[in-house]
């Protein structure tokens, strides 16, 4: 009788007066740091194109498109690209003749050792049927200081060795590329130096070079280089008026081909 009086009067006092020190929380309790999603850096670039197209008189088509692409973190950069170039010309007797077929690409990994000074490994390949030149392969590694970084200048030089394969063909007769006779490959193990350039000169102005050469270290006669310089003029947030000169020497070409190289581009870019 006394237990069961007390055992009411502890549940009526517990019903009147509840504990809240023992609330259930509203929101479950999350042990250890909150884990934030990271971000994965994106890529940015442009996709280029032009275009020329005669009648009449002559009969001609040039079309040039590339693809420049880059994607940056505080350890390390990618950097890729594509190109190709075609031109072709009627001649009087409505012969069509190929005066231009070009296309390559190129990629580069940069892994920083601090703020200035990384580490570089890159390969590019690249073809030109007119210039007698089958393929040409390049595989480098290197090292690279990143002199200026800003948004109206940048400045970084490199360094390092290249192992340069090319394989040429004959072209001082004119007969067809598919029929010419192959020279053979040509190796040799290059020094590379390079710098990459960029200029902001107004708010819809900037101007970009990126030069390179590679002499041979075991014969005088192996030597590869090419400066690319550009100009872009801004006309939208994503479209510009894009003028680029790209100038290659060769000091060993093919059989009939020069050993300087030019070309004059005038497009449109996008940028993304």
């Known amino acids: 009788m006394f237990l069961t009086s007390l055992l009411a009067g502890a549940l009526a006092a517990g019903s009147s007066s509840p504990n809240t020190d023992f609330a259930v929380p509203e929101s479950p309790i999350v042990w250890g ?47 890729a ?13 409505g012969t069509t003749d190929v005066t231009q077929r070009e296309y390559g690409g190129k990629v580069q990994y940069d892994l920083f050792a601090d703020d200035k000074t990384y580490y570089y490994f890159n390969l590019s390949g690249d073809k030109d049927d ?48 598919d029929t010419r006779d192959a020279i053979g490959p040509d190796e040799y193990i290059a020094a590379r130096l390079a710098y990459n350039a960029g200029y902001q000169y107004s708010e819809t102005t900037r101007f970009e070079q990126s030069t390179q050469v590679f002499p041979s270290l075991k014969e005088w006669r192996g030597l590869y280089g090419m400066i690319d310089t550009t100009m872009s003029v801004s006309m939208t947030e994503a479209m510009s008026l894009r003028l680029q000169h790209i100038l290659e020497y060769d000091r060993s070409p093919a059989v009939g081909a020069d050993r300087i190289d030019q070309k004059l581009i005038l497009g449109i870019s996008w940028a993304f």
């Open 81 to 93: 690209s594509l190109y190709w170039f075609f031109s072709e010309q009627e001649d009087d007797l």
């Open 33 to 79: 740091p909150r884990i934030q999603d990271a971000e994965a850096p994106e890529w940015t670039g442009s996709v280029n194109v032009g275009a020329t197209l005669t009648t009449g008189n002559s009969e001609t088509l040039t079309l040039s498109s590339s693809l420049d692409a880059e994607r940056k973190t505080d350890e390390d950069r990618w950097t």
């Open 130 to 177: 007119i210039a007698g030149l089958q393929f040409r392969a390049i595989l480098g590694a290197g090292a690279g200081y990143q002199f200026r970084d800003t948004e109206e200048f940048s400045l970084n030089g490199e360094a390092g060795l290249s192992a340069v394969h090319e394989d040429n063909e004959d072209i001082s007769n004119p007969i067809p590329p």
